[in-house]
């Protein structure tokens, strides 16, 4: 058994085992190290921040949100409840803290070698303190130690930001939402700086929960009747406005595939009004999301804000867990996708304007260097998003690079986000992402493909100014 | 020319040539060296121990029945009818075993870097004694000592079995088999233990050759009329425990697609007596598959058979060559497969239940990360096989770890399959396979993802536990 | 930024970092770096050795010309005029070559890691004896070094063939031409051989631009009536026969998929007939062309030229760009491509005929263990076309070699082809093909996988055997 020895974050980890590259990589780190954390795409909850009170228990921090964890710990026959996971019917699951941690300690093992494992591994040690291994035999001293821990001041949300050096952290936020929380930070005299990103899925997508609900809330937020079709486009516009002036610099599309198609108003319109009377079909909704989105890039030309697509995740694949226990409980499946003949219509009409600054997530490597550098590398409006979800990991970001990187360049990508939704976890990603562009770059210079003064200004580019530029922060 | 120089398998081969990180394979694989092999999968014949007669001359040893050896030599303009390949039409072929033996030696740069050269090699050595270098200056002399080395008692099948150390060996057996040969196994005293698994292919496909003549020989060993759908499903779960008497533990299904659908008891009967009356469509036949693939994991639920599914190879996709001589003669090829949308119906309705264990195979690389991962990190009752066929290789078996481990863990893989039917070549096959594991596991270490302990836990699990747990043997 | 320091072309460039496995890569590259090069397919103007005219100004030579060059510049925003690519409509367009040079040498960081960075370093320092580093502020005084360097009579097109040392470069020709360039080499006395491919495109896609007037066209130069089917078909043979008179060892096809079915005669016609009153639709074009592949092989079993098919690309994917600029100006993006099924009627056809020669190119690179190598290790005809395109770059090359040789052997593949229109970049490629392969072939031997003298022959058939052996050169 895994003996019970002193965690160590060891100072080469994730670079190359050949000393030659090694030696490169440690000296491309010293330059990206310390630099600020740029995060431009994120789930993290505002009122954490808003609010700043003290963070919970370790299990709540650290357990229950965390779908990485209890997707693999479920996927070895442990039950959510068992977990801690809210079931939707408000049915009995494990309420005891420490219970919950144990059986995390006890099955530990099965994130060896996963990115989930690196994380919680960097979490404990550097953000909250534990030098011990963390396993079933010390797993209730840690609890206790952790518990001590987040009671102290230092570790409260808004110090937590500032001691990880962020400079500015995009939410995810619905064009419905009134951005309270936002304010609330504003008015706080706080100067950290968290931003909303506008993400309308919930109102341009027909079969999205709740649609015609989230059409009336539009409504009501934006003070323009949205049951038409051009007061729905003149209350996005308004919605964009308010998210700018709150500080967003993005906007976010979660779509199935990234189906761009070009409608008169009049198509969209009737689409539109057929969806109000509660008769959209699914191809309807496919042919309205499309149009939508190059509305959005459209608006985008006009108000700077930068647009993120998401494409090609099947969700709630499990429909018992997700009955269960709701939405991003870990039973998203990524699936092939096409980015040619889908995207050609948006990157026709909008791909050649350079006041356009779309980035394209992809979560199916195969598109990489068959479809996506590609684009990348031609239209000058199109850049990739980093290596995404599953993909956020050593071998994933890797992978990334070199496939990526021959075709389109390293400056047609757009550095690194960490899409997270577990606030503590920010700086481990962030210190993977970095690590690997380091080994890449390393490679890159002990192979004579580039030289060191190259991978110098790269690195610094990788790290943080791509991100900046390209989020426009 | 390559020097008639003495074979050498070196003792870190497919290590990485890194000193750091070989030298951490080396001692892993230390660990696991002389471990017993499990085989839960495989093709090879049980008659060969049933009568445990001397195996035959090198050539109808090591290259009639080896399809990976006279596909590449076929794709190289060598005629199969001169490598002794029997024709269907009982055509002339080549009779000489001396000359086929020769014409191997002569191409045998061919196999420079393929797996199949490398198990040869092994082969030779290792099992075969041979030290010379196998050219075409030596084939006659190599040809010589193999013979008189195969008419050694300590040769025989039994003895290789037990110098090989298998703990276990399944075979592969059709519902309609008898099992005679397992039966003689067992009843000789011999305890080497010979499985049997469940295989249902040639009753559960309407297409399948000669299926009418199946159903019938299926009513003939089950007692049971299957000419109706009722009496089907009935037999087919006697023969599933008559295999388990015999020592069965699981159960496999050669599929085109994954694809799974529910059908009413009804629906299922309606295309089934289609089928009977000789009526069934290519269409029926995908329906009646999908629907009875569902009905073999609830039936596994019941009786404890681990289920094992093999999507994606086109097969007979040369239909000269099909027609020559028949199945499995090297033209069997991958395609694209989706899993994502074919086994949502099947995970929806047993995904979620712990009793079920579901191994699926792969053979397009392209799923493992984007698909297969995800999936088997999410459902329970769903583990992925091993890099299967054109990737039982050392590439394709590191591209196999580097790109499900992240995602899926090694926890929900199962270890190592030989699927083959050339019995000598099992050692070969599990040393590679042990080897790139160690290989994998030693960059981790090196790479200061994992630490020596956790890597000495998983390479044993890898090369041994993880086998064994998931057949259930 | 990046100083202003001596351009070097390190001695290890693209090798392994590890010192073992460089040692070998030196050891092999030895063998092969002073190789003729053999260049049996491209895009090279054979006006150019015909003529034998000084090369321009720099920026003529090596920026005006090259796609990859300017799509990159193009993606960052740099508009085409300003880099002097003509305009269809004879609009205005950059004329200063200096300026355009120093536009290019501004953005010269944007080809890190890039291909068409290496090539161009490579060029600028050993075609044209650059060796300061490029940049903006060595700009003009490279330019003018250049300019000077041109007009030597040393720099002429045909004495860099000969430094080039060249053995054998094919164009790449329209059925229609009447290779006046070819027959102007061969009447001047001047021996290098440069050859004609037979690309007959332009006449057998019916939604070919101007297909009509080609047509015509091909009944100009073949003196035979092309209005009908049959006399098509006899046009056809008729310029393969011309072409293989002016020394054309190949046929080429670019096609969108790789779609092959077998039409009758009668079939044929009919869609001919279509064609020719103007009423083919696209689904005729897609039958027609698939039916003409499978000609078009029948003809190289008949006249022995090897037969090479490229299908994957979506060509012209920016109309925008298109309509302005015209075609090949860095807007064909590649696509997922099945070979399994499309190419079964030809295989299955002619597939087993060892007199032909089908070279299968890739883009898609999913496809190279999945369906490429099992298809090319299985059809005697079949061979596999080097990393293509987006491919033809280090890490292209290398994920080539270890996805495709453990199922297909090296001796099913062909070499490398540097399938350029840019003469000057012809070493470049050819040596970073050779240093890929001296770097994959050294970590098979330093892991024990081949042994060193079977690399040193499989080098050499890599750098140079193969390429002459299945062009017939």
Redesign the interface.
Known sequence: ???N?PITL?Q???????P??RKIARRLFQLVKDLPLVCPHGHVDPRLFAENQPFPDPTELLVIPDHYLF??L????IPMESLGVPRMDGGETEKDRRKIWQTVADHL???????TG?WLKHELHDVLGITKRFTGATAMEIYDQITETLARPENLPRALFERFNIEALSTTDAPTDTLEFHRQIRESGWNGRILPAFRPDNVTDFMYRNWRGNIDRLTEVSGIDCTNYHGFILALEKQRQFFKSMGATSTDHGVLTPFTVELTENEAARLFDKAIRGQATAEDATMFTGHVIMEMAGMSIEDGLTMQIHPGV?RN?????FEKFGLDK???????T?Y??NM?PL??RY??D?RLNLIVFT????TY???L????????A?KLGPAWW??D????MLRYR??T????????TVGFNDDTRAFPSIPARHDVARRIDCRFLA??V??????M??AE??IVDLAYNLAKKNYRL
Chains 1, 2, 3 share one sequence.
């Open positions: 058994m895994t003996a020895k060891h080469d980890r994730y670079f190359s085992p050949n030659e590259e997707r693999m479920y996927s070895q026959g093992y099965l994130f060896r070698a996963t990115p690196a099947f694949h499990n429909e018992v867990v870990g039973c998203d499946i990524p699936m092939a096409d040619v003949k050609k990157l026709n791909g050649n350079t979560i199916d490597e195969t260097s068959r479809e550098a590609p684009l990348a590398g031609h239209y000058p199109m599953f993909h990991s050593r071998e994933g070199q496939m990187t021959e075709t389109a360049g390293i400056y047609n490679g890159l002990a192979e004579h493909v580039i030289d003064d190259e200004e790269m």
